[in-house]
Protein backbone atom coordinates (compact mmCIF):
# COMPACT_ATOMS: atom_id res chain seq x y z
CA UNK A 1 0.00 0.00 0.00
CA UNK A 2 0.94 3.37 -0.12
CA UNK A 3 2.77 5.87 2.15
CA UNK A 4 0.33 8.57 2.56
CA UNK A 5 3.03 11.53 2.25
CA UNK A 6 3.97 10.20 -1.15
CA UNK A 7 0.55 11.80 -3.04
CA UNK A 8 0.18 11.03 -6.06
CA UNK A 9 -3.01 12.51 -8.42
CA UNK A 10 -4.98 10.17 -9.57
CA UNK A 11 -6.40 9.63 -13.73
CA UNK A 12 -9.26 7.94 -14.87
CA UNK A 13 -9.40 4.47 -16.48
CA UNK A 14 -10.62 6.33 -19.49
CA UNK A 15 -7.39 8.48 -19.94
CA UNK A 16 -5.02 5.76 -18.58
CA UNK A 17 -5.84 2.73 -20.78
CA UNK A 18 -6.52 2.52 -24.45
CA UNK A 19 -3.46 2.31 -26.90
CA UNK A 20 -1.89 5.65 -26.03
CA UNK A 21 2.07 5.34 -26.12
CA UNK A 22 3.83 7.07 -23.38
CA UNK A 23 6.69 8.73 -24.43
CA UNK A 24 7.83 11.08 -21.53
CA UNK A 25 9.89 14.15 -23.11
CA UNK A 26 13.41 13.77 -21.82
CA UNK A 27 14.14 9.88 -21.35
CA UNK A 28 16.66 8.21 -22.87
CA UNK A 29 16.49 5.31 -21.89
CA UNK A 30 13.71 3.42 -19.84
CA UNK A 31 14.26 0.30 -18.42
CA UNK A 32 12.23 -0.81 -14.87
CA UNK A 33 8.64 0.56 -14.72
CA UNK A 34 6.31 0.24 -12.01
CA UNK A 35 2.87 1.61 -11.17
CA UNK A 36 1.75 2.96 -7.71
CA UNK A 37 -1.42 3.16 -8.00
CA UNK A 38 -2.81 5.30 -10.89
CA UNK A 39 0.50 6.53 -11.56
CA UNK A 40 3.84 5.30 -13.69
CA UNK A 41 7.25 5.30 -12.26
CA UNK A 42 10.52 4.52 -13.95
CA UNK A 43 14.29 4.78 -14.44
CA UNK A 44 16.17 6.88 -16.97
CA UNK A 45 18.91 4.21 -16.99
CA UNK A 46 21.40 6.55 -18.35
CA UNK A 47 20.58 9.86 -16.14
CA UNK A 48 19.59 8.14 -13.13
CA UNK A 49 16.17 9.94 -13.31
CA UNK A 50 13.20 7.92 -11.68
CA UNK A 51 10.65 9.65 -13.20
CA UNK A 52 6.73 9.86 -11.99
CA UNK A 53 5.19 9.79 -15.46
CA UNK A 54 1.28 10.58 -16.24
CA UNK A 55 0.35 8.28 -18.81
CA UNK A 56 -2.19 10.58 -20.25
CA UNK A 57 0.12 13.72 -21.00
CA UNK A 58 3.54 12.51 -20.79
CA UNK A 59 4.47 14.75 -18.46
CA UNK A 60 7.15 13.83 -15.85
CA UNK A 61 8.87 14.83 -13.07
CA UNK A 62 12.30 13.37 -11.16
CA UNK A 63 11.64 12.09 -7.84
CA UNK A 64 15.42 11.83 -6.65
CA UNK A 65 16.97 15.46 -7.81
CA UNK A 66 19.59 15.25 -5.31
CA UNK A 67 19.91 11.19 -5.66
CA UNK A 68 20.63 10.86 -9.70
CA UNK A 69 24.24 9.18 -9.91
CA UNK A 70 23.08 6.74 -7.13
CA UNK A 71 20.50 5.78 -9.37
CA UNK A 72 22.50 5.54 -12.72
CA UNK A 73 23.18 2.50 -14.30
CA UNK A 74 19.82 0.68 -12.35
CA UNK A 75 17.91 -1.35 -14.91
CA UNK A 76 15.35 -3.23 -12.61
CA UNK A 77 12.54 -1.55 -10.47
CA UNK A 78 9.66 -2.56 -8.50
CA UNK A 79 7.48 -1.86 -5.43
CA UNK A 80 5.40 -3.10 -3.04
CA UNK A 81 3.84 -0.96 -0.34
CA UNK A 82 6.16 1.88 1.00
CA UNK A 83 9.48 -0.01 -0.79
CA UNK A 84 11.65 0.92 -3.90
CA UNK A 85 13.47 -1.74 -4.68
CA UNK A 86 15.89 -1.58 -7.76
CA UNK A 87 19.03 -3.53 -9.37
CA UNK A 88 22.27 -1.50 -10.09
CA UNK A 89 25.29 -3.81 -10.99
CA UNK A 90 25.57 -7.04 -9.28
CA UNK A 91 23.32 -5.73 -6.42
CA UNK A 92 19.85 -5.81 -4.90
CA UNK A 93 18.92 -2.27 -3.34
CA UNK A 94 15.85 -1.16 -1.54
CA UNK A 95 14.47 2.09 -0.62
CA UNK A 96 11.50 4.02 1.40
CA UNK A 97 9.38 5.81 -1.47
CA UNK A 98 10.54 8.90 0.06
CA UNK A 99 13.97 8.81 1.20
CA UNK A 100 15.67 7.39 -2.10
CA UNK A 101 18.56 6.61 0.21
CA UNK A 102 19.53 2.74 -1.36
CA UNK A 103 19.77 0.15 1.47
CA UNK A 104 22.03 -3.28 0.04
CA UNK A 105 20.07 -6.51 0.35
CA UNK A 106 22.00 -8.84 -1.79
CA UNK A 107 24.76 -9.52 -4.21
CA UNK A 108 25.09 -11.84 -7.16
CA UNK A 109 28.09 -12.94 -8.61
CA UNK A 110 27.33 -11.54 -12.21
CA UNK A 111 24.78 -8.46 -12.98
CA UNK A 112 21.53 -8.31 -11.50
CA UNK A 113 19.08 -7.05 -14.23
CA UNK A 114 15.50 -7.24 -13.01
CA UNK A 115 13.57 -7.22 -9.57
CA UNK A 116 9.70 -8.13 -8.86
CA UNK A 117 8.53 -8.33 -5.40
CA UNK A 118 5.32 -10.56 -4.12
CA UNK A 119 5.34 -9.74 -0.07
CA UNK A 120 8.16 -11.05 1.18
CA UNK A 121 9.09 -12.96 -2.13
CA UNK A 122 12.25 -11.45 -4.22
CA UNK A 123 12.58 -12.10 -7.86
CA UNK A 124 15.72 -11.29 -9.25
CA UNK A 125 16.98 -12.13 -12.59
CA UNK A 126 20.70 -12.47 -13.76
CA UNK A 127 21.19 -13.18 -17.46
CA UNK A 128 24.57 -14.27 -16.93
CA UNK A 129 23.49 -17.15 -14.55
CA UNK A 130 21.10 -18.13 -16.85
CA UNK A 131 18.48 -18.04 -14.02
CA UNK A 132 15.82 -16.81 -12.29
CA UNK A 133 16.76 -15.96 -8.60
CA UNK A 134 13.89 -16.09 -5.85
CA UNK A 135 14.90 -14.51 -1.75
CA UNK A 136 13.46 -14.26 0.84
CA UNK A 137 12.90 -10.81 2.29
CA UNK A 138 13.42 -11.54 5.79
CA UNK A 139 16.56 -13.62 5.66
CA UNK A 140 17.98 -12.55 2.49
CA UNK A 141 18.93 -15.83 1.66
CA UNK A 142 17.94 -17.51 -1.80
CA UNK A 143 14.63 -19.89 -1.53
CA UNK A 144 14.75 -21.51 -4.72
CA UNK A 145 15.67 -20.42 -8.69
CA UNK A 146 14.09 -21.15 -11.74
CA UNK A 147 15.70 -21.42 -15.57
CA UNK A 148 15.51 -18.00 -17.86
CA UNK A 149 12.86 -18.63 -20.45
CA UNK A 150 15.12 -16.18 -22.53
CA UNK A 151 18.22 -15.46 -23.56
CA UNK A 152 18.90 -11.55 -23.25
CA UNK A 153 18.30 -9.42 -20.22
CA UNK A 154 15.33 -10.08 -18.58
CA UNK A 155 13.07 -7.28 -16.70
CA UNK A 156 10.32 -8.97 -14.37
CA UNK A 157 7.05 -7.81 -12.74
CA UNK A 158 4.53 -9.96 -11.02
CA UNK A 159 1.48 -10.37 -9.48
CA UNK A 160 -1.21 -12.91 -7.66
CA UNK A 161 -0.32 -16.27 -9.27
CA UNK A 162 2.11 -14.94 -11.74
CA UNK A 163 5.93 -13.82 -12.89
CA UNK A 164 5.63 -11.64 -16.33
CA UNK A 165 9.10 -11.19 -17.78
CA UNK A 166 10.58 -9.33 -20.41
CA UNK A 167 13.51 -10.52 -22.52
CA UNK A 168 14.94 -7.92 -24.87
CA UNK A 169 16.70 -10.15 -27.60
CA UNK A 170 13.75 -12.46 -27.71
CA UNK A 171 11.40 -9.57 -27.88
CA UNK A 172 8.75 -11.58 -25.93
CA UNK A 173 6.85 -11.57 -22.70
CA UNK A 174 6.90 -14.54 -20.81
CA UNK A 175 4.07 -15.62 -18.46
CA UNK A 176 5.69 -18.05 -15.65
CA UNK A 177 3.94 -19.56 -12.45
CA UNK A 178 5.76 -17.99 -9.81
CA UNK A 179 5.59 -21.07 -7.60
CA UNK A 180 7.11 -23.44 -9.91
CA UNK A 181 8.96 -21.66 -12.74
CA UNK A 182 6.68 -23.49 -14.99
CA UNK A 183 6.25 -21.05 -18.51
CA UNK A 184 2.34 -21.23 -18.97
CA UNK A 185 2.96 -18.76 -22.35
CA UNK A 186 4.31 -16.37 -24.60
CA UNK A 187 3.62 -13.41 -26.37
CA UNK A 188 5.96 -11.17 -28.68
CA UNK A 189 6.19 -8.03 -28.27
CA UNK A 190 5.12 -5.66 -31.39
CA UNK A 191 8.27 -3.78 -30.69
CA UNK A 192 11.60 -4.75 -30.22
CA UNK A 193 13.67 -4.35 -27.46
CA UNK A 194 11.71 -4.41 -24.21
CA UNK A 195 13.35 -3.32 -21.45
CA UNK A 196 10.73 -2.93 -18.42
CA UNK A 197 7.09 -4.33 -17.59
CA UNK A 198 4.66 -3.32 -15.09
CA UNK A 199 1.27 -4.73 -13.73
CA UNK A 200 -1.65 -2.41 -13.36
CA UNK A 201 -4.21 -3.72 -11.06
CA UNK A 202 -8.09 -2.90 -12.99
CA UNK A 203 -9.36 -4.06 -10.05
CA UNK A 204 -11.81 -7.50 -9.03
CA UNK A 205 -13.77 -6.41 -12.74
CA UNK A 206 -11.43 -6.84 -14.81
CA UNK A 207 -7.76 -8.27 -15.78
CA UNK A 208 -4.62 -6.61 -15.23
CA UNK A 209 -2.85 -4.95 -18.03
CA UNK A 210 0.48 -5.04 -18.86
CA UNK A 211 2.85 -2.54 -19.61
CA UNK A 212 6.47 -2.63 -21.47
CA UNK A 213 8.89 0.04 -21.77
CA UNK A 214 11.31 -0.26 -25.19
CA UNK A 215 14.90 1.49 -25.32
CA UNK A 216 16.59 1.25 -28.55
CA UNK A 217 19.18 3.25 -31.01
CA UNK A 218 17.56 4.58 -34.03
CA UNK A 219 18.92 5.46 -37.19
CA UNK A 220 17.71 8.76 -39.10
CA UNK A 221 19.21 11.47 -41.70
CA UNK A 222 20.18 14.44 -40.01
CA UNK A 223 20.25 18.10 -41.52
CA UNK A 224 24.09 19.13 -41.06
CA UNK A 225 24.58 22.42 -42.42
CA UNK A 226 28.26 22.41 -41.53
CA UNK A 227 28.68 19.11 -43.87
CA UNK A 228 28.96 18.78 -48.02
CA UNK A 229 26.37 16.98 -48.11
CA UNK A 230 24.44 18.01 -45.62
CA UNK A 231 22.31 14.78 -45.13
CA UNK A 232 24.04 12.35 -42.73
CA UNK A 233 23.31 8.96 -41.45
CA UNK A 234 23.58 8.81 -37.70
CA UNK A 235 21.49 7.64 -34.36
CA UNK A 236 19.76 8.75 -31.58
CA UNK A 237 18.04 7.49 -28.44
CA UNK A 238 14.16 6.25 -28.38
CA UNK A 239 12.19 5.07 -25.48
CA UNK A 240 8.76 4.68 -24.58
CA UNK A 241 6.16 2.67 -22.90
CA UNK A 242 3.26 1.28 -24.84
CA UNK A 243 0.35 -1.21 -23.54
CA UNK A 244 0.81 -4.86 -24.31
CA UNK A 245 -1.97 -6.94 -24.79
CA UNK A 246 -2.96 -10.69 -25.41
CA UNK A 247 -4.88 -13.72 -25.98
CA UNK A 248 -4.11 -17.02 -24.86
CA UNK A 249 -6.13 -19.89 -26.43
CA UNK A 250 -4.97 -22.94 -24.42
CA UNK A 251 -6.55 -25.45 -26.32
CA UNK A 252 -5.08 -24.27 -29.42
CA UNK A 253 -1.58 -24.03 -27.91
CA UNK A 254 -1.06 -20.09 -29.02
CA UNK A 255 -1.22 -16.56 -27.80
CA UNK A 256 -1.80 -13.59 -29.68
CA UNK A 257 -0.75 -9.89 -29.27
CA UNK A 258 -1.12 -6.80 -30.23
CA UNK A 259 -1.53 -5.86 -34.31
CA UNK A 260 -2.53 -3.69 -36.58
CA UNK A 261 -5.03 -2.81 -39.06
CA UNK A 262 -2.85 -3.14 -42.32
CA UNK A 263 -3.48 -2.20 -46.06
CA UNK A 264 -0.96 -3.92 -48.61
CA UNK A 265 -1.16 -2.80 -52.54
CA UNK A 266 1.62 -5.32 -54.40
CA UNK A 267 0.83 -4.08 -58.25
CA UNK A 268 3.17 -5.34 -61.46
CA UNK A 269 4.29 -2.38 -63.83
CA UNK A 270 5.07 -3.94 -67.55
CA UNK A 271 8.46 -2.79 -68.58
CA UNK A 272 10.37 -5.79 -70.39
CA UNK A 273 14.53 -5.22 -70.48
CA UNK A 274 13.62 -6.81 -73.34
CA UNK A 275 10.48 -6.47 -76.18
CA UNK A 276 8.58 -9.79 -76.10
CA UNK A 277 5.12 -10.96 -77.63
CA UNK A 278 3.17 -13.65 -75.73
CA UNK A 279 0.58 -15.11 -76.60
CA UNK A 280 -2.53 -16.06 -74.20
CA UNK A 281 -1.22 -14.70 -70.93
CA UNK A 282 -1.99 -15.79 -67.51
CA UNK A 283 -0.64 -13.76 -64.42
CA UNK A 284 -1.26 -15.53 -61.24
CA UNK A 285 -0.28 -13.50 -58.49
CA UNK A 286 -0.97 -14.84 -54.58
CA UNK A 287 -3.24 -13.02 -52.23
CA UNK A 288 -2.68 -13.07 -48.60
CA UNK A 289 -3.77 -16.31 -46.30
CA UNK A 290 -6.50 -16.28 -43.87
CA UNK A 291 -4.62 -17.79 -40.61
CA UNK A 292 -5.29 -17.71 -36.82
CA UNK A 293 -2.91 -14.31 -36.93
CA UNK A 294 -4.38 -12.74 -40.26
CA UNK A 295 -7.76 -12.17 -41.58
CA UNK A 296 -8.09 -10.76 -44.72
CA UNK A 297 -11.13 -7.94 -44.62
CA UNK A 298 -10.80 -7.12 -48.27
CA UNK A 299 -9.45 -7.45 -51.41
CA UNK A 300 -10.23 -5.23 -54.85
CA UNK A 301 -8.16 -5.25 -58.00
CA UNK A 302 -5.58 -2.53 -58.81
CA UNK A 303 -5.33 -1.16 -62.52
CA UNK A 304 -7.31 -4.32 -64.14
CA UNK A 305 -9.75 -7.01 -62.98
CA UNK A 306 -8.76 -10.54 -62.06
CA UNK A 307 -10.25 -13.70 -61.51
CA UNK A 308 -9.69 -16.01 -58.65
CA UNK A 309 -8.40 -19.60 -58.35
CA UNK A 310 -8.12 -21.76 -54.97
CA UNK A 311 -4.71 -23.64 -55.39
CA UNK A 312 -4.01 -25.88 -52.35
CA UNK A 313 -6.09 -23.63 -50.09
CA UNK A 314 -4.54 -20.59 -51.48
CA UNK A 315 -6.38 -17.70 -52.48
CA UNK A 316 -4.58 -16.59 -55.85
CA UNK A 317 -5.53 -13.80 -58.43
CA UNK A 318 -5.53 -14.25 -62.13
CA UNK A 319 -4.89 -11.91 -64.69
CA UNK A 320 -5.74 -12.49 -68.23
CA UNK A 321 -3.87 -11.14 -71.75
CA UNK A 322 -5.55 -12.24 -75.11
CA UNK A 323 -1.54 -11.65 -75.64
CA UNK A 324 1.74 -9.33 -74.31
CA UNK A 325 2.98 -7.39 -77.50
CA UNK A 326 6.07 -5.57 -77.96
CA UNK A 327 5.47 -1.58 -76.47
CA UNK A 328 2.17 -2.64 -74.98
CA UNK A 329 1.98 -1.52 -70.89
CA UNK A 330 -0.50 -2.01 -67.98
CA UNK A 331 -0.33 -2.04 -64.57
CA UNK A 332 -2.22 -4.36 -62.37
CA UNK A 333 -2.28 -6.01 -59.07
CA UNK A 334 -4.40 -6.02 -55.55
CA UNK A 335 -4.76 -4.64 -52.63
CA UNK A 336 -5.51 -5.93 -49.41
CA UNK A 337 -7.02 -4.93 -45.96
CA UNK A 338 -5.90 -7.18 -43.31
CA UNK A 339 -5.91 -7.30 -39.45
CA UNK A 340 -2.55 -8.95 -38.58
CA UNK A 341 -1.39 -9.56 -35.11
CA UNK A 342 1.69 -11.43 -33.10
CA UNK A 343 1.31 -15.23 -32.55
CA UNK A 344 3.50 -17.48 -30.75
CA UNK A 345 2.98 -21.42 -30.21
CA UNK A 346 3.81 -22.91 -27.04
CA UNK A 347 4.33 -26.48 -27.50
CA UNK A 348 7.37 -28.50 -26.03
CA UNK A 349 8.89 -32.22 -26.60
CA UNK A 350 7.10 -33.62 -24.32
CA UNK A 351 3.75 -32.50 -26.39
CA UNK A 352 5.47 -34.29 -29.55
CA UNK A 353 6.22 -37.74 -27.97
CA UNK A 354 3.63 -40.15 -29.09
CA UNK A 355 2.38 -38.11 -32.46
CA UNK A 356 0.69 -40.72 -35.58
CA UNK A 357 3.42 -41.54 -38.26
CA UNK A 358 2.52 -39.03 -41.24
CA UNK A 359 0.14 -39.52 -43.97
CA UNK A 360 1.26 -40.87 -47.22
CA UNK A 361 0.51 -37.26 -49.06
CA UNK A 362 2.42 -35.36 -46.81
CA UNK A 363 5.37 -37.45 -46.96
CA UNK A 364 4.98 -37.20 -50.90
CA UNK A 365 4.62 -33.73 -51.27
CA UNK A 366 6.52 -32.58 -48.29
CA UNK A 367 9.22 -34.84 -48.27
CA UNK A 368 10.99 -34.72 -51.33
CA UNK A 369 13.11 -32.33 -53.54
CA UNK A 370 10.63 -30.62 -55.36
CA UNK A 371 12.56 -27.24 -55.81
CA UNK A 372 16.27 -27.63 -56.55
CA UNK A 373 17.20 -28.34 -53.08
CA UNK A 374 20.28 -30.30 -53.77
CA UNK A 375 18.99 -33.32 -51.27
CA UNK A 376 20.91 -35.74 -53.01
CA UNK A 377 24.26 -34.21 -52.34
CA UNK A 378 27.07 -35.65 -50.28
CA UNK A 379 27.30 -32.06 -48.72
CA UNK A 380 23.65 -31.61 -47.54
CA UNK A 381 23.04 -35.12 -46.60
CA UNK A 382 26.12 -34.95 -44.61
CA UNK A 383 24.90 -32.00 -43.16
CA UNK A 384 21.51 -33.61 -42.08
CA UNK A 385 22.71 -36.40 -39.90
CA UNK A 386 25.37 -33.78 -38.64
CA UNK A 387 22.39 -31.80 -37.62
CA UNK A 388 20.23 -34.11 -35.48
CA UNK A 389 22.95 -36.33 -33.89
CA UNK A 390 20.84 -39.06 -32.16
CA UNK A 391 17.75 -37.11 -31.45
CA UNK A 392 14.78 -38.59 -32.19
CA UNK A 393 11.91 -36.24 -30.69
CA UNK A 394 10.26 -34.30 -33.72
CA UNK A 395 10.58 -30.63 -31.61
CA UNK A 396 14.08 -31.12 -30.55
CA UNK A 397 15.66 -32.07 -34.25
CA UNK A 398 13.67 -28.97 -35.52
CA UNK A 399 15.30 -27.03 -33.05
CA UNK A 400 18.74 -28.56 -33.25
CA UNK A 401 18.35 -28.40 -37.53
CA UNK A 402 18.06 -24.71 -37.00
CA UNK A 403 20.64 -24.30 -34.77
CA UNK A 404 22.95 -25.87 -36.83
CA UNK A 405 22.10 -23.94 -40.06
CA UNK A 406 22.45 -21.02 -37.97
CA UNK A 407 25.95 -22.01 -36.98
CA UNK A 408 27.00 -23.10 -40.13
CA UNK A 409 25.75 -20.01 -41.91
CA UNK A 410 25.54 -16.28 -42.00
CA UNK A 411 23.42 -13.78 -43.56
CA UNK A 412 24.48 -12.08 -47.11
CA UNK A 413 22.23 -10.92 -49.91
CA UNK A 414 22.62 -11.70 -53.45
CA UNK A 415 21.06 -11.09 -56.71
CA UNK A 416 20.08 -14.75 -57.17
CA UNK A 417 19.52 -17.81 -55.15
CA UNK A 418 21.75 -20.78 -55.25
CA UNK A 419 21.04 -24.25 -54.22
CA UNK A 420 21.89 -25.37 -50.70
CA UNK A 421 25.11 -27.59 -51.25
CA UNK A 422 26.89 -24.46 -52.94
CA UNK A 423 25.15 -22.19 -49.72
CA UNK A 424 26.77 -24.67 -47.47
CA UNK A 425 29.89 -24.52 -49.03
CA UNK A 426 29.79 -21.11 -49.10
CA UNK A 427 28.75 -20.47 -45.41
CA UNK A 428 27.13 -17.01 -46.75
CA UNK A 429 23.22 -16.91 -47.58
CA UNK A 430 19.94 -14.70 -48.38
CA UNK A 431 16.74 -15.33 -46.64
CA UNK A 432 15.73 -17.69 -49.44
CA UNK A 433 18.81 -19.56 -49.15
CA UNK A 434 18.53 -19.88 -45.56
CA UNK A 435 15.13 -21.35 -46.37
CA UNK A 436 15.95 -24.36 -48.88
CA UNK A 437 19.31 -25.20 -46.83
CA UNK A 438 16.62 -25.61 -43.84
CA UNK A 439 14.26 -27.47 -45.94
CA UNK A 440 16.61 -29.82 -47.16
CA UNK A 441 17.33 -30.82 -43.70
CA UNK A 442 14.18 -31.22 -42.40
CA UNK A 443 12.67 -33.15 -44.99
CA UNK A 444 16.06 -35.46 -45.09
CA UNK A 445 15.27 -35.92 -41.67
CA UNK A 446 11.65 -36.97 -42.00
CA UNK A 447 10.03 -32.98 -41.25
CA UNK A 448 7.33 -32.21 -43.87
CA UNK A 449 8.20 -28.61 -44.54
CA UNK A 450 7.21 -25.27 -46.79
CA UNK A 451 7.98 -22.29 -47.51
CA UNK A 452 5.42 -18.98 -46.98
CA UNK A 453 6.21 -15.19 -47.30
CA UNK A 454 6.60 -12.64 -48.69
CA UNK A 455 6.52 -9.84 -47.40
CA UNK A 456 7.25 -8.16 -44.08
CA UNK A 457 5.70 -4.20 -43.32
CA UNK A 458 7.87 -1.75 -42.35
CA UNK A 459 7.82 -2.48 -38.31
CA UNK A 460 7.29 1.20 -37.98
CA UNK A 461 3.30 1.10 -35.71
CA UNK A 462 3.90 4.77 -34.61
CA UNK A 463 3.79 5.57 -38.58
CA UNK A 464 0.25 5.34 -39.27
CA UNK A 465 -1.79 6.13 -42.58
CA UNK A 466 1.83 6.81 -44.08
CA UNK A 467 2.73 4.81 -47.19
CA UNK A 468 5.82 2.53 -46.29
CA UNK A 469 7.72 0.46 -48.53
CA UNK A 470 9.98 -2.72 -47.50
CA UNK A 471 13.44 -2.96 -49.00
CA UNK A 472 13.24 -6.96 -49.71
CA UNK A 473 10.87 -9.02 -50.17
CA UNK A 474 11.17 -12.15 -47.10
CA UNK A 475 10.52 -15.69 -47.24
CA UNK A 476 10.09 -18.45 -44.35
CA UNK A 477 8.81 -21.95 -43.37
CA UNK A 478 6.45 -23.80 -41.90
CA UNK A 479 7.04 -27.85 -40.37
CA UNK A 480 4.56 -29.65 -39.77
CA UNK A 481 3.50 -31.70 -36.40
CA UNK A 482 1.03 -33.92 -36.31
CA UNK A 483 -1.77 -33.32 -34.46
CA UNK A 484 -1.21 -29.92 -34.06
CA UNK A 485 -0.56 -28.82 -37.78
CA UNK A 486 1.79 -26.15 -39.50
CA UNK A 487 3.87 -24.12 -37.34
CA UNK A 488 5.95 -21.02 -38.36
CA UNK A 489 9.80 -20.67 -38.24
CA UNK A 490 11.59 -17.82 -39.09
CA UNK A 491 14.54 -18.36 -41.73
CA UNK A 492 17.32 -15.73 -40.48
CA UNK A 493 16.01 -13.16 -38.19
CA UNK A 494 17.15 -15.47 -35.22
CA UNK A 495 20.37 -15.91 -36.15
CA UNK A 496 22.18 -12.96 -34.07
CA UNK A 497 25.88 -14.62 -34.83
CA UNK A 498 28.61 -15.50 -32.44
CA UNK A 499 27.45 -19.07 -32.59
CA UNK A 500 24.54 -18.92 -30.33
CA UNK A 501 22.64 -18.73 -28.00
CA UNK A 502 20.04 -18.10 -30.39
CA UNK A 503 16.85 -16.90 -29.74
CA UNK A 504 13.69 -18.54 -30.53
CA UNK A 505 11.08 -15.40 -30.94
CA UNK A 506 10.42 -16.86 -34.00
CA UNK A 507 10.52 -20.16 -33.13
CA UNK A 508 6.86 -21.44 -33.30
CA UNK A 509 5.94 -17.36 -34.24
CA UNK A 510 5.83 -14.33 -35.92
CA UNK A 511 5.24 -10.63 -35.22
CA UNK A 512 2.57 -8.47 -36.86
CA UNK A 513 4.45 -7.40 -39.46
CA UNK A 514 4.69 -10.87 -41.23
CA UNK A 515 2.38 -10.65 -44.11
CA UNK A 516 1.86 -14.12 -45.30
CA UNK A 517 0.81 -14.89 -48.58
CA UNK A 518 0.81 -18.31 -50.16
CA UNK A 519 1.56 -21.41 -47.90
CA UNK A 520 3.74 -23.53 -49.83
CA UNK A 521 2.62 -22.33 -53.38
CA UNK A 522 4.51 -20.00 -55.74
CA UNK A 523 4.08 -15.87 -54.80
CA UNK A 524 4.14 -15.78 -58.87
CA UNK A 525 3.52 -17.41 -61.83
CA UNK A 526 3.13 -16.64 -65.92
CA UNK A 527 1.69 -19.00 -68.34
CA UNK A 528 1.57 -18.48 -72.11
CA UNK A 529 -0.77 -20.77 -74.45
CA UNK A 530 -1.41 -23.07 -71.30
CA UNK A 531 2.10 -23.95 -70.60
CA UNK A 532 4.26 -21.97 -67.41
CA UNK A 533 7.26 -19.71 -68.26
CA UNK A 534 10.33 -20.67 -66.16
CA UNK A 535 12.92 -18.40 -65.15
CA UNK A 536 15.09 -20.00 -67.98
CA UNK A 537 11.90 -18.99 -70.50
CA UNK A 538 11.65 -15.50 -69.24
CA UNK A 539 12.43 -14.24 -65.80
CA UNK A 540 9.26 -12.08 -64.72
CA UNK A 541 11.39 -9.41 -63.66
CA UNK A 542 12.78 -9.25 -66.97
CA UNK A 543 9.32 -8.51 -67.88
CA UNK A 544 7.70 -6.18 -64.69
CA UNK A 545 8.76 -4.06 -62.08
CA UNK A 546 6.61 -5.00 -59.06
CA UNK A 547 5.76 -1.72 -56.60
CA UNK A 548 4.55 -2.69 -52.88
CA UNK A 549 3.10 -0.30 -50.39
CA UNK A 550 1.52 -0.62 -47.07
CA UNK A 551 -0.39 1.75 -44.97
CA UNK A 552 -0.87 0.79 -41.39
CA UNK A 553 -4.12 2.47 -40.78
CA UNK A 554 -4.23 2.36 -37.33
CA UNK A 555 -3.58 -0.63 -34.12
CA UNK A 556 -6.06 -2.86 -33.14
CA UNK A 557 -8.28 -2.85 -29.83
CA UNK A 558 -7.66 -4.98 -27.22
CA UNK A 559 -9.17 -8.54 -27.15
Avoid at 159 to 168: A, G, M, P, S, Y
Avoid at 178 to 189: C, H, K, M, Q, Y
Avoid at 207 to 235: G, K, M, Q, W
Wanted: glycine letters at 6%; a negative charge; hydrophobic letters at 35%.
Amino acid sequence: MLNKSFALPSLTVSQMFGQKTIRPLTAATLCGIAFIQDKLIAIDSIKGHLLEIDPDSDNSKILNPHQAKEFTDVTGLAVWEDTLWVTRDHHVYLSKLNSWGLEHFVTLPYPADGVAVWESTIYVSCQKLGYILVFDRDTRKEITRFYAPGVGIENLAVNQETLWICDRIEQTVYSMDRATGEVNFSVLTPFESPTGIAIYQNGDSAPDSLYVAYAFEEPYIRDNPNADPNHELTYRDRTFIHPLHYHYESDKRYALSNGYLIEMSYAEEIAPLDEVYLPDVEWRIALPSETERQKVKQVEPIGLPFTEEVVDGQRVAVFKFDSLTPGERHIFGWKALLEVRGIKYRLTPRDVEDIPELSLELQARYLVDDDDLAMDTVIVRRSAREAIGSETNLLRKMYSIRNYVYDELSYGIKPYIDTPDIVLERGVGSCGEYVGVLLALCRLNGIPCRTVGRYKCPAHGELQGVPLQPDFNHVWLEFYVPNYGWLPMESNPDDVGNNGPYPTRFFMGLCWYHIEIGKGISFETLTSQGARLTKEDIPIGDLAINHIQFKILKELPPF
